[in-house]
């Protein structure tokens, strides 16, 4: 039976996230009332119209950028849904087994002071996420988790969880906010995200701790972003061991560029204690459909090279995998469930591998096309 302080504890983080959700749709509800009052205040004058409509889209984009950082540590051993709170089409929340005061798939904290952050025993490093537009929390978990391998999930990733402004249209400005201050060498204020990331740098390298970036979509930006301002602010030698990008809409090659010829060789202390020297990698993985990372947006985005793809006319922007999928669904436990997260006795096929199969094709000898690969540096290229 379960303690009172378990119940508690169980009943309060209930509560939280109920509220979280609350909120999330109370600022939905807010942009469309204020985009249908600013419609009325200005029918029949165009000028006031423009001016109410721009208002509205823009003001969720400035107070999410400005929407103090927060980073989660995400644990996840194996399961197949990559420890989501959903079901594999999103729609219905997953049961939770166990006696266990958890109120959430998987182990997901939040990190409130950086020192909880530590290298992996297994890897050496700190694997650290970026987030794409249009992903609350718990899709931003589940991206982490799909786009790292299972050595790295266990013994977890901090995303820097940047968050969806309230509309597809304020999203998209955002978007274009970070990608100007892309091609301008980060010289415009900085997002939250951003400034979370240089702080991470900061710590990594006053504690020699290596560094992984996990990137996607307009998380590239964001990490491409603090790379170039931590960098012409003198903070160089950041321990970056590699930077993996997923169908981002930065340019790679840029991103690489900045890391040989301005952030340069850092140091760092092995699992052992014994003190070396890196030089860092980035590398990109561009699905041939994604109309983010590939050239078919003709420089208006990630402008990068394709590295795979079966299909050409799909939808490949969320296909990206650490490791390619089992062929039966577990859970964390080791138990077979269905596409819902429920526990059944007999398994049942992968959605997920038919859909890498779909997307990457199912050669089984070619390995994981999906993973990233290297971008040589042209040495002595400035962005400056």
């Given at each position: 039976m379960q303690s009172n302080s378990l119940v508690n504890k169980l009943t309060l983080g209930r509560v939280e996230k109920s509220y979280v959700d609350r909120a999330d749709t109370l600022e939905k509800v807010a942009f469309y009332t204020d985009l249908a009052l600013g419609?009325?205040?200005g029918y029949?004058?165009?000028?006031?119209?423009?001016?109410?409509?721009?208002?509205?889209?823009?003001?969720?984009?400035?107070?999410?950028?400005?929407?103090?950082?927060?980073v989660w540590k995400v644990i996840c051993k194996q399961d197949s849904l990559y420890c989501s709170n959903m079901s594999n089409d999103g729609e219905?929340?997953?049961?939770?087994?166990?006696?266990?005061?958890?109120?959430?798939?998987?182990?997901?904290?939040?990190?409130?002071?950086l020192s909880e952050l530590t290298p992996s025993t297994t890897t050496?490093?700190?694997?650290?996420?970026?987030?794409?537009?249009?992903n609350p929390r718990d899709d931003a978990l589940k991206n982490a988790i799909k786009q790292n391998s299972w050595e790295t999930n266990k013994d977890g990733?901090?995303?820097?969880?940047?968050?969806?402004?309230?509309?597809?249209?304020?999203?998209?400005?955002?978007?274009?906010?970070?990608?100007?201050n892309d091609l301008v060498g980060g010289r415009l204020p900085l997002t939250s995200a951003e400034k979370m990331n240089i702080k991470i740098y900061d710590y990594a390298k006053q504690n020699n701790y290596q560094l992984d970036l996990n990137n996607h979509s307009r998380g590239g930006l964001t990490a491409s972003v603090a790379l170039q301002r931590a960098n012409r602010e003198g903070l160089t030698g950041i321990p970056i061991r590699e930077s993996r990008f997923f169908g981002t809409a930065t340019h790679v090659q840029d991103?690489?560029?900045q890391l040989a010829n301005r952030n340069g060789l850092y140091k760092y202390t092995d699992i052992n204690g014994k003190e070396w020297e890196g030089l860092s990698k980035a590398k990109s993985a561009v699905?041939?459909?994604?109309?983010?990372?590939?050239?078919?947006?003709l420089g208006l985005m990630g402008f990068n090279k394709t590295t795979g793809g079966a299909c050409l006319y799909c939808y490949s922007h969320s296909s990206y995998m650490g490791e390619v999928p089992i062929e039966?669904?577990?859970?964390?436990?080791?138990?077979?469930?269905?596409?819902n997260g429920t526990r059944i006795t007999d398994p049942i096929t992968n959605p997920y591998l038919k859909e890498f199969n779909e997307k990457w094709g199912n050669d089984k000898n070619s390995g994981n096309p999906s993973l990233p690969l290297l971008i040589t540096p042209e040495i002595q290229k400035s962005r400056e």
């Amino acid at each position: 039976m379960q303690s009172n302080s378990l119940v508690n504890k169980l009943t309060l983080g209930r509560v939280e996230k109920s509220y979280v959700d609350r909120a999330d749709t109370l600022e939905k509800v807010a942009f469309y009332t204020d985009l249908a009052l600013g419609g009325l205040y200005g029918y029949g004058n165009s000028d006031a119209l423009t001016y109410m409509g721009a208002a509205t889209t823009v003001d969720p984009v400035i107070r999410v950028a400005n929407t103090p950082a927060q980073v989660w540590k995400v644990i996840c051993k194996q399961d197949s849904l990559y420890c989501s709170n959903m079901s594999n089409d999103g729609e219905t929340e997953r049961k939770i087994y166990g006696d266990k005061a958890e109120i959430e798939i998987g182990d997901k904290r939040q990190i409130f002071d950086l020192s909880e952050l530590t290298p992996s025993t297994t890897t050496g490093v700190i694997t650290v996420s970026n987030n794409g537009i249009l992903n609350p929390r718990d899709d931003a978990l589940k991206n982490a988790i799909k786009q790292n391998s299972w050595e790295t999930n266990k013994d977890g990733i901090a995303v820097v969880y940047n968050r969806p402004t309230s509309n597809a249209v304020s999203e998209l400005i955002y978007a274009l906010y970070d990608k100007t201050n892309d091609l301008v060498g980060g010289r415009l204020p900085l997002t939250s995200a951003e400034k979370m990331n240089i702080k991470i740098y900061d710590y990594a390298k006053q504690n020699n701790y290596q560094l992984d970036l996990n990137n996607h979509s307009r998380g590239g930006l964001t990490a491409s972003v603090a790379l170039q301002r931590a960098n012409r602010e003198g903070l160089t030698g950041i321990p970056i061991r590699e930077s993996r990008f997923f169908g981002t809409a930065t340019h790679v090659q840029d991103y690489a560029d900045q890391l040989a010829n301005r952030n340069g060789l850092y140091k760092y202390t092995d699992i052992n204690g014994k003190e070396w020297e890196g030089l860092s990698k980035a590398k990109s993985a561009v699905h041939q459909a994604d109309f983010v990372g590939n050239k078919w947006n003709l420089g208006l985005m990630g402008f990068n090279k394709t590295t795979g793809g079966a299909c050409l006319y799909c939808y490949s922007h969320s296909s990206y995998m650490g490791e390619v999928p089992i062929e039966n669904l577990i859970d964390d436990d080791g138990y077979y469930i269905d596409k819902n997260g429920t526990r059944i006795t007999d398994p049942i096929t992968n959605p997920y591998l038919k859909e890498f199969n779909e997307k990457w094709g199912n050669d089984k000898n070619s390995g994981n096309p999906s993973l990233p690969l290297l971008i040589t540096p042209e040495i002595q290229k400035s962005r400056e």
